[in-house]
Structure formats: C-alpha cells, structure tokens
C-alpha cells in the first residue's frame, strides 16, 4: 500500500501513574518513550496507515484508519462498515430496541398532523457544488415546517438534526391512523349505502 508507515512494539498503560502517562517501548530511536495522553494521539497519527487488523483466511479483521483515503474501515471476515467524510457505508444498521434498554414507555397517538404539516426539501449542503446530486429531507430552522417528534438534541438541548429511527416510528404510527381512520369511514359509508337500499 502506498504511503505506508510500519510501527512495531507494545504499548503499555502505567496505572499507578497519577499523571495518566503512557508507556511505548518500540523498536525506533527512542528505546522508550513516555507520552500524555494526547501526545499518544500525534504519535500515531504521523502514520498515513493505522491498522489494528489481523489476516485471514477469508480477509482482514479488524479496523484501519487510513489518512490518504480519509475513511476508516471496521471489518469482519463478511462484512465491512466504512466511515467517510460525505457518509457511513455499512450492510446494516440496527437501532436499540430492546424493552430491557427501555424505561418510561408512552403510546404515540395523533401524529398524522405531525407528518402532514412537515415539509419534504431537495437541497445542496454548503460545501457542494451546483450540478451536484441535491440531498432530499427535513430542514429545521426558522420559517421551515417540521415535527420537533423527529429531532436530535444536542447536550444542551438544541435541535441538530434528525433521527432516523424517530422518523421511520412516527410515519409508521402516523400510516396506521390513516389506514384506521379511513377502514372507519369506509364502514360508515358502507352502512349508508346499505341502508339507502334498504337493505339490513
């Protein structure tokens, strides 16, 4: 691979060491070198390649962080999941959904409005050029309609973004009240029906 920066050694952790220092002992110039806690992240970032995989015999396993190509790759011996600047690459995506990692549990009603008063943009991010293929999905902010049910909050409570899964949740509930409030309306209809013919 090009551009590729080999270091050797073992990495301790002195934990009687109330400065929180780290101990390399590698094969370089210097026999042993000792580090704080953010200089350990400069020493190994000066490597282009950063690989804390193995080889097998179906691939690699393991992760690479690999400047050059600005990604860092989580792999297995059948699947890869790839962080990019412009996104996530990965087979799968599984939100936490347990009852167990749950608590407090209320039943989501009257979220038709939510969806429908939401509007749908096509846009660019600032960094993209014009001709670029525009993005489509919410825009929050001022003078732009949409369900704060869907949000991401920062730590201090500012809206930042959406959640996908929130998102997906609410559309779900708000598909099956349409579905409920019509299947109601075609029932009252049928009745009408039957009863202007007459019959039972």
Not at 33 to 49: E, K, M, N, P, Q
Not at 167 to 192: P, R
Request: glycine share 6%; net charge negative; aromatic share 8%.
């Amino acid at each position: 691979m090009e551009n590729e920066k080999t270091i050797t050694g073992s990495v301790s952790i002195n934990s009687d060491d109330s400065n929180n220092l780290i101990e390399i002992i590698n094969n370089l110039n210097v026999n042993k070198t000792r580090f704080g806690i953010f200089s350990i992240y400069a020493y190994l970032l000066c490597a282009d390649v950063i690989s804390l995989a193995e080889y097998q015999n179906s691939g690699i396993v393991g992760i690479i962080l690999d400047k050059v190509k600005k990604k860092i790759s989580l792999m297995d011996a059948s699947n890869e999941t790839t962080l990019l600047p412009s996104g996530i690459k990965t087979p799968t995506l599984t939100q936490t959904s347990i009852a167990d990692d749950k608590k407090d549990f209320e039943h989501l009603e009257d979220v038709l409005e939510e969806v429908l008063k939401t509007d749908i943009y096509k846009y660019y991010l600032k960094y993209q050029e014009s001709g670029e293929k525009k993005h489509i999905g919410f825009v929050i902010g001022d003078g732009f309609n949409y369900s704060h049910l869907i949000t991401s909050e920062d730590e201090k409570h500012k809206e930042i973004g959406v959640d996908p899964y929130s998102m997906t949740s609410v559309l779900w509930q708000g598909f099956k009240e349409y579905v409920e409030k019509n299947n109601e309306e075609i029932e009252k209809l049928k009745k009408e029906i039957k009863s202007l013919k007459g019959e039972n």
